[in-house]
């Protein structure tokens, strides 16, 4: 790799860590991810029996454990009960459990990995799920206008607040040269090519030390490859055949950093917003940062933009994929499909309407 590509890789990831910093300070109180379909509506419950999948390795756990329990005492309801994660299984039974204890909302305490699974199991059962914010990312939570970092805000919210239906996403899985398959919900945004690269090699230890920005030290490393072919058809019609990076699918799009990386994409609009980047050159990559980060309507060739119910793409080598920020196995086919309006979150309401049980408070 020649000198000059190095510098601009450097530079484009040093300003890329700058403008998230940045961005974080400057943009998340004017950003609002609001609804295509309804409005926000209170449920109407004085009382409500509620179930809790809680991931334990979380370092806040214990402090939303106990917090949750304080407002459900407060509000005169009987005590949550709690459903643990464990790493065989990062949330699937616990949310079939909180199912079958007929509860009337389920929080969720975690990362993204345990939000997408548990609403995996939520989905179509019209059970709200609230938002207890414990991971990195907290992609979900940041598109549904949550404060990520205002833990005893997300809990008031998540048990007290208002409701609405958002999208899910499918997408399922095929190796040829494995013979493996798989099919996984997501709410945020999955991807083929470079994003699921990236995500694959993140250092942990580094991702533990300073949160999202690890990810930049990996797309470094990861930047400079080859572009690969694959075909992708767009609801039923013929395929057409790129050289891609990356490929990703979008419910909505907003990342760590106080980025909207997909402005178009809205959470309940029964659409997903496919991105398809193909730079060549470190020049094509900073002019798609420019494009991200800036807000530039112009159309670059290098990052193109679809709306569709369904996606296949295809691809002759096996392709590594991801699901709202977790790594999925590689893939040589996927299929990725909206499911309009299937799932129930607890939002933030009105504030000069805010309703709480008297006497509540955590």
Sequence with gaps: MSDLLIYLIALGALAFAFSSWWG???LKARHIRSAVHEEAHHPGLE????AVVLNPIK???????????RACLAAGWDEPRFFETTVEDPGFS????????????????????TVRVVAETLAGSKIPMGLVPLGTGNLLARNLNLDVYDLPGSIDTA????????????????????GHSSKHTFLVIAGIGLDAEILGDTNDGLKRAVGWLAYTEAGVRHMP?????????????????????????????LIPGGIDFVPQAMIDDGMLDVVV????????????YAKVVFKHKR????????????????????????????????????????????????????????WMPEGSTL
């Excluded at 616990?94 to 990995?113: C, H, I, M, S, T």
């Excluded at 039923?236 to 419910?251: G, M, V, W, Y």
């Excluded at 002759?316 to 999925?328: I, K, R």
Aim: aromatic share 4%; with cysteine; hydrophobic share 35%.
């Design 277 to 288: 980047m193909s730079p060549r050159s470190a020049i094509g990559w900073v002019a798609m």
């Design 59 to 69: 370092a806040k756990s214990e402090e939303a454990r106990a917090s949750i329990k």
């Design 225 to 253: 490859g080859r572009r690969k072919k694959v075909s992708i058809a767009l609801d039923d019609q013929p395929e057409q055949t790129r050289k891609i990076r990356s490929l990703l699918f979008a419910n909505c799009g």
């Design 159 to 178: 048990l007290f607040g208002h409701q609405r239906f958002i999208d899910t996403a499918q997408m399922g899985i095929v190796n040829s040269r494995t």
């Design 24 to 26: 974080v300070r400057k």
């Design 94 to 113: 616990q949310g079939r459990a909180a199912l079958a204890y007929e509860a009337d909302v389920v929080l969720v305490g975690g990362g993204d990995g």
């Design 47 to 50: 009382k409500q029996k509620v």
């Design 299 to 354: 159309h670059l060739p290098v990052m193109t933009y679809y709306r569709s119910g369904k996606a296949v793409i295809r691809c002759a080598e096996p392709m590594p994929t991801q699901l709202d920020g977790d790594p999925s196995g590689e893939a040589t086919s996927v299929t990725v499909r909206v499911d309009p309006r299937s799932l129930l979150v607890r939002v933030k309401g009105d504030p000069t309407a805010h």
